[in-house]
């Protein structure tokens, strides 16, 4: 908020948080993260920007005098201590959807968005952010259900702060019907220029590179242990063991989560929580017969899991697939080996008899 007569320049940031707070990662990754309405002089604010190499964009606001006292008084009143925290939820009521409903309600009239804009479904807007290929949007992609793909309407896309801004350059506002509107940002100007980044091809920064490369190495290993009828509990409990603690990760979200999205996440049949139990299993050789079972399970479920992707229940990054058919050889070599074991041991025993 600028106010040159009153020599008043603040600002007003929804995204305060405490890493002090009790139980603070557990609450994050639950989703019982409060934050809180920040304010104070800009000019502590941009240098932080700056050192990230972050730009800052400044939109005037073209607002009648009475739709900003209304907007500043509803600032005022949020930042009141008894009002001023609130439960963070980074689709629906974050630090870009506070401001965005602010403004819109100091408005008197209603605010007419662009047309004829096409609409992305939330996996596609985190994607155009993170990056298609990168960890980050393999780690959300992973995390996130079905009711990512649904599509994200216009008012709701205003959850990241580029699309609020884009959005409000183009909005009018509209005070009578069938008459001509006023925009709803007069100006806009940078306040803090960022430094274009090179980024140059790195191949452990690209999921897919990286999935592609652990699936020459495994199936050539495999192949020449299977000629051999060797089998490496150690890569397999490796495999078992980081599925599983995905898969009990996707389960926390899914059951005792409040973040949106997570839900009915059909990754978790890829993601096997029971692997981790299964990792410990596969040392123990009077349980091979149960694990031969489970691992059919495994198999089973992999194949569900394409499954869904062919009919589009739910939409798996690109990087997941290689890792799929990774599980695939580990689990199939590892039941065929085990499956002619257990049939030469069951051979040898009745001979015996």
Known sequence: ?????????????????????????????????????????????????????????????NLNASERRTLINSLLENYLPENREYRYNFIFDNCATRPRDKIIGSIKGHLNLRKDVELKTYRQ?????????????????????????????????MFLPQILMAEFKAADIITTPNTPGKKLIASTRVLVEATPEKNPFI??????????????????????????????????????????????????????SSHPLVQNNLNILWLNPLNILAAYLIWVKSLRKILFYYQMVNIMLLFLTLTAFALSFQLFNVAVFPIIVILLIRYSTWVVIMKHRLYKKNKFTSRKL
């Open 203 to 256: 191949w452990y920064k690209n999921t897919v590179v990286v999935a592609m490369i652990l699936l020459v190495f495994v199936f050539i290993y495999t192949f020449f242990g299977f000629l051999k009828s060797r089998h490496s509990k150690v890569i397999d409990t490796v495999l078992l063991a980081t599925t599983g603690l995905a898969g009990l990760i996707i389960l926390f979200l899914m059951t005792a």
């Open 125 to 157: 807007w985190f994607s155009e952010y993170a990056g298609t290929y990168s960890w980050l949007n393999l780690g959300l992609d992973v995390i996130f259900g079905m009711e990512a793909d649904e599509n994200c309407s216009q008012y709701e896309s």
């Open 1 to 61: 908020m600028l106010d040159k007569k009153n020599n008043i320049d603040v600002v007003f940031n929804y995204g305060i948080f405490s890493f002090n707070t009790s139980n603070f990662y557990y609450k994050f990754i639950k989703g019982d993260t409060d934050y809180q309405l920040g304010v104070y002089p800009t000019q502590f604010f941009l240098p932080e920007y700056k050192e990230r190499n972050s730009m800052v964009w400044e939109s005037v606001l």
